[in-house]
């Protein structure tokens, strides 16, 4: 019987700069137009397809295209923002491959050594992540791809994290599994998504302020943590 691993990408096992606050500034100060940082955060905490995960992505994005759909939205908080309509679809069309430029991009020193450690005790890992469309291809620019059986990104699937069905597609694509933990940064869309789904997760990384039982500050206190889920499950 397989034992899986699913895992988020994004400050998990992999980093881009600034994310996508600081993708938009660049294309700002690009045209020499300078906006407080934080508007910018603030613009990015609304509007993606995840913060609205509760819709599926055919009632979400209608006829256009996932990236369709981001531009559209994008162009608008350039809008907002001050800068000319004519000049905001331009932005928002240079998004996409600054956003996917591979020098911005980071593998943590924790992540490859984890991933062959786990793989030796007989895991399987998938990723499982809120992301771009082209999320496989930057995995591959990574070499990450190696390490992984599938790889899943909700902007080619269904729904969202932390909606239960983005959850259920993937289990339902592995047969459903007896054996299998989450490993993500962030509570809401990894831990309580993944639990509502049935899935036991790890939280790493982020700061533990709710005091989550299963957690590590990085990627090294993984394979303890998941000795202690496999002993808890067999003495319940």
């Known amino acids: 019987m397989k034992k899986y691993i699913l895992w988020d990408f994004d400050c998990t096992l992999a980093y881009r700069d600034g994310k996508w606050s600081k993708t938009m ?16 955060r603030a613009f990015m905490g609304r509007g993606l397809p995840w ?17 369709e759909h981001v531009e559209s939205y994008l ?14 679809k331009a932005y928002a069309k240079e998004f996409k491959d600054r956003y996917l430029d591979l020098s911005q991009w980071h593998v943590y020193e924790d992540t490859v050594e984890t991933l062959e ?16 469309p082209e999320l496989k ?9 190696q390490y992984f059986e ?10 969202d994290k ?49 005091h989550y039982e299963h957690y590590s500050k990085d990627l090294k206190g993984v394979a303890d943590l ?4 496999k002993n808890a499950k067999i003495s319940a």
């Open 162 to 210: 932390p909606n239960v069905k983005f959850y259920q597609e993937i289990l339902n694509d592995l047969n459903n599994p007896e054996d299998i933990v989450m490993i993500g940064d962030n509570y809401n869309a990894d831990i309580r998504g993944a639990k509502h789904a049935g899935i036991t997760a790890i939280l790493v990384r982020s700061e533990n302020t709710l």
């Open 117 to 132: 450690k786990l793989s030796e005790e007989g895991y399987t890992h998938i990723i499982a992540s809120n992301h771009v």
């Open 75 to 88: 162009e608008s908080v350039f809008v907002i923002l001050g800068v000319r309509e004519v000049h905001a």
């Open 25 to 40: 500034n660049d294309i700002l100060v690009s045209h020499r137009i300078n906006i407080a940082y934080d508007s910018l």
């Open 150 to 159: 599938k790889i899943y990104s909700s902007a080619l699937m269904e729904y």
């Open 51 to 67: 913060h609205e995960f509760e819709r599926p992505h055919t009632e979400l994005l209608g006829n256009k295209t996932w990236w």
């Open 226 to 229: 998941l000795e202690k889920i």
């Open 137 to 145: 291809q930057l995995c591959e620019q990574l070499n990450l791809d």
